[in-house]
C-alpha cells in the first residue's frame, strides 16, 4: 500500500507505526486536496447492498494500585466503515475514565497538524521528488503524486519523509479507510466534557520523521510506491488480527518487516513507548481512572509499552 494519529491500508509494517502520524497528513490532504467530481446514480441503477457488519473484539489491559487505575487499548487509526469494536468491557472502561489520553489530542491535531507540517515538513532548494526513488519507482511515484489530489509542485517542496506520508494518507482514501471513521475521532466525541489529552504533540511525531536520516526518509518514500493490492492484503492480515485481540499476531507483522531498520525501530517504537510507560509509571501517583488509546502496534512484542512497564515491576492484567 501506497504512503498519520497517523497507521494510517499500508505498504510496510513499519507504516503501521506511522498511522498516527499519518492523521497529521490526512488533515493536510483535507484541507489542500482539489474536490474529486462525483458519479452521479442513475435512475435504473440499484442500491449498492449495505456492507456486512463485522464485530471486533481488540486487547484491552488494566494497570492499577490502591487508588488509579489505568486502561490501555490499541488501536486502528483508519477503520472501514462496516467495523464495529464497542464492546461492553470497553465501553465500561471508557464510562469509568475521567480523562481520555490518546497519542496527539484532539485539539491539538485539529489546530496545529496543518501549521506544524509547514513548517516541519516543508524545505527550500531539495531535490525533485522524482529523483528521491530508484528510477524503476519514478513513473509509479509520478501517478500516485497525479492521484493523491495534491498539487504536484507542492511534492517537490516535501521533505521526503512528508511526501511518503501524503501518499499514506492518499493510500487510506483510495482504499476507502478514513481517520474520520478511526478510534481516536470516537474517542474524542465520547470524551464529552471530560479532558481529553495527548502523549505527544503533533510537532513532535513529525519531528521523529523529520529526525530520520535521508537514507531512511528514502526508504519510506520507495516503499509507498508498491502495489495496493499487496498493501490491501497486509492491512487486512493487521486488522483482523487487531480485531481477534490477537497480540503475537499483531507483533509478527514487525519480526517479518524488512523496512524496519534500527534506525525505525529505535525512533518511531522503541524510544517512543519507554517515554510514554514512563509517562503512565509517573501517572500511578495520582489518584483517578485514566483510559489511553494508541496505536496497536506499540502494544504488542518485545518493545511494547506492555512489556516495558512490566520491566517496571508494574502488573498488567488483559481484560479484553
Given at each position: 500500500m501506497q504512503g498519520s494519529a497517523l497507521f494510517v491500508a499500508l505498504k510496510r509494517q513499519v507504516t503501521r507505526l506511522l498511522k498516527g502520524l499519518a492523521a497529521t497528513a490526512l488533515t493536510l490532504s483535507a484541507a489542500n486536496?482539489?474536490?474529486?467530481?462525483?458519479?452521479?446514480?442513475?435512475?435504473?441503477?440499484a442500491p449498492a447492498p449495505a456492507p456486512v457488519v463485522r464485530l471486533a473484539r481488540p486487547a484491552l489491559w488494566r494497570l492499577r494500585d490502591r487508588d488509579t487505575?489505568?486502561?490501555?487499548?490499541?488501536?486502528?487509526?483508519?477503520?472501514?466503515?462496516?467495523?464495529?469494536?464497542h464492546t461492553r468491557p470497553l465501553d465500561r472502561a471508557l464510562a469509568a475514565a475521567d480523562e481520555i489520553v490518546m497519542e496527539?489530542?484532539?485539539?491539538?491535531l485539529n489546530a496545529g497538524a496543518i501549521q506544524a507540517m509547514q513548517s516541519v515538513g516543508l524545505a527550500q532548494n531539495l531535490p525533485p521528488i522524482l529523483e528521491r526513488v530508484p528510477a524503476d519507482r519514478r513513473a509509479r511515484l509520478a501517478e500516485l503524486i497525479r492521484q493523491s489530489g495534491l498539487p504536484a509542485p507542492i511534492f517537490d517542496r516535501l521533505k521526503t519523509w512528508a511526501a511518503a506520508i501524503a501518499l499514506i494518507s492518499a493510500g487510506f482514501q483510495r482504499m476507502g479507510l478514513a481517520a474520520d471513521r478511526g478510534i481516536e475521532t470516537s474517542l474524542a466525541s465520547a470524551a464529552g466534557d471530560r479532558p481529553a489529552t495527548g502523549l505527544e504533540t503533533a510537532r513532535e511525531q513529525l519531528g521523529f520523521l523529520d529526525s530520520l536520516s535521508e537514507e531512511s526518509q528514502r526508504?519510506?518514500?520507495?516503499?509507498a510506491t508498491d502495489d495496493d493490492s499487496q498493501g490491501r492484503e497486509e492491512f487486512d492480515a493487521m486488522l483482523n488480527a487487531w480485531s481477534r485481540?490477537?497480540?503475537?499476531?499483531?507483533?509478527?507483522?514487525?519480526?517479518?518487516?524488512?523496512?524496519?531498520?534500527?534506525?525505525?525501530?529505535?525512533?518511531?517504537?522503541?524510544?517512543?513507548?519507554a517515554r510514554w510507560a514512563g509517562w503512565i509509571e509517573q501517572r500511578l501517583a495520582r489518584p483517578g481512572t485514566v483510559f489511553i488509546a494508541v496505536g496497536a502496534g506499540h502494544l504488542a512484542g518485545p518493545d511494547s509499552v506492555i512489556a516495558d512497564l512490566e520491566a517496571r515491576g508494574l502488573r498488567v492484567e488483559r481484560v479484553q
Open positions: 486536496a482539489q474536490p474529486q467530481p462525483q458519479p452521479q446514480p442513475s435512475a435504473r441503477t487505575t489505568i486502561y490501555l487499548f490499541g488501536t486502528i487509526h483508519a477503520l472501514p466503515e462496516n467495523l464495529r469494536w496527539v489530542s484532539p485539539a491539538d526508504a519510506l518514500l520507495a516503499s485481540g490477537d497480540v503475537a499476531g499483531i507483533a509478527r507483522t514487525f519480526n517479518t518487516d524488512e523496512t524496519m531498520t534500527p534506525e525505525l525501530r529505535r525512533v518511531l517504537l522503541t524510544q517512543r513507548n
